[in-house]
Nanobody, 122 residues
Framework: QVQLVEAGGGLVQAGGALRLSCAAS????????KGWVRQAPGKEREFVAA????????LYADSVKGRFTISRDNAKDTVYLQMNSLKPEDTAVYYC???????????????WGRGTQVTVSS
């Protein structure tokens, strides 16, 4: 069974940090673009960050630029999201995804994880 499994979510105070990870199983996604998308209660899904298959290109939403860093380790087939200086408005379910097309087109990614909750208290 092909899966992307997120980990690392939790409850953190504003100004704190969390590191999300997303591991693949069932097949390899080393030659796929990967990204993170989040969805807050009552809101639409929102792009967070994306990275090309060889880590040569990254893209961030303006709301997280300078605070979040996306990276990947193809040896482990894992993508990470380091989140620093967290704000209450970062509270959401964070989903990782993988896609075979353009790395910045997360809306076209074919594979999705089930999500991990991130809650930032004020």
């Amino acid at each position: 069974q092909v899966q992307l499994v997120e980990a690392g979510g939790g409850l953190v105070q504003a100004g704190g940090a969390l590191r999300l990870s997303c591991a693949a199983s069932g097949r390899t996604f080393n030659n796929y673009a990967k990204g993170w998308v989040r969805q807050a209660p009552g809101k639409e899904r929102e792009f967070v960050a994306a990275i090309s298959w060889n880590s040569g290109r990254t893209l961030y939403a303006d709301s997280v630029k300078g605070r979040f860093t996306i990276s990947r380790d193809n040896a482990k087939d894992t993508v990470y999201l380091q989140m620093n200086s967290l704000k209450p408005e970062d509270t959401a379910v964070y989903y990782c995804a993988a896609g075979s097309g353009n790395y910045y087109r997360t809306d076209e990614y074919e594979y999705w994880g089930r999500g991990t909750q991130v809650t930032v208290s004020s």
